[in-house]
């Protein structure tokens, strides 16, 4: 059973407009959440993370917010930008002392049009 | 770019052949990790090491063999391959950095194909 999904497979925004990628998670035991992307024929890249004791993160022009109460987590791209078109991954884990599991959502196509 | 490489980048194979994948990283990270990647499923976790010759199972290891004798090398091996194991594989490291090892850095990923 998927533990962290994203519902939205793909996503068109225009250029200079503000995406923001959603993703939901079950486990309510996951204390760490990052953000991937991924470019075709590549590894994915980290992005962006938030620890589950805060509600933002933000870096430059990629902010993540969290809602613990919903289990819901989003990630806002402003200004989106013709590179950013790529597939993100929302991941999830819990207690990272160690060397720990990554849950992954099945990931949203993002496409920026120029 | 963490440094990262796997070997090979793609492979075609017939079913019940071994097959033996390698990743090794130059960054020196405690934390070795392989993961499958498959339509529908995101990335999934097939075994990880904790250090050299430690490893454990994660979510997806049936049919799958690892092996870590050195803190730079980590393999993969599929002792029969089948169908099933299809997939895109990537390696990933991590090590502790401010008290915790959350964020994994990803390999360019080997394309699988069992014929």
């Known amino acids: 059973d998927q533990q962290v999904k994203q519902n939205s497979p793909s996503l068109s925004v225009q250029e200079g407009r503000i995406s923001i990628l959603n993703c939901d998670y079950t486990n309510s035991m996951f204390d760490y959440f990052l953000w991937y992307k991924k470019y075709p024929a590549e590894g994915p890249t980290f992005l962006i993370s938030?620890?589950?004791?805060?509600d933002k993160n933000e870096d430059g022009r990629f902010t993540v917010f969290l809602n613990k109460s919903a289990k819901h987590l989003s990630l806002h791209i402003v200004p989106s930008q013709p590179g950013d078109s790529a597939v993100y991954f929302c991941a999830a884990s819990e207690g990272a002392t160690g060397a720990n599991n990554l849950f992954f959502g099945t990931g949203t196509r993002l496409t920026v049009i120029p | 770019d963490a440094g990262i490489t796997q070997s090979p980048r793609h492979k075609v194979t017939e079913t019940g052949t071994p097959v033996t994948l390698r990743c090794h990283q130059t960054e020196n990270h405690r934390y070795m990790y392989w993961y499958r990647q498959d339509p529908g499923h995101g990335l999934r976790l097939i075994h990880y090491s904790y250090g050299v010759k430690d490893t454990d199972k994660g979510e997806v290891s049936d049919g799958y063999s690892v092996s870590r004798s050195k803190t730079e090398d980590f393999l993969l091996t599929l002792e029969s391959a089948t169908s099933s194991q299809t997939s895109v594989y990537f390696c990933?490291?991590?090590?502790?950095?401010?008290?915790?090892?959350?964020?994994?850095?990803f390999g360019p990923g080997t394309r699988l194909t069992v014929t």
């Open positions: 938030i620890s589950s004791i805060k």
């Open positions: 990933a490291i991590s090590d502790m950095v401010r008290g915790n090892s959350y964020e994994q850095y």
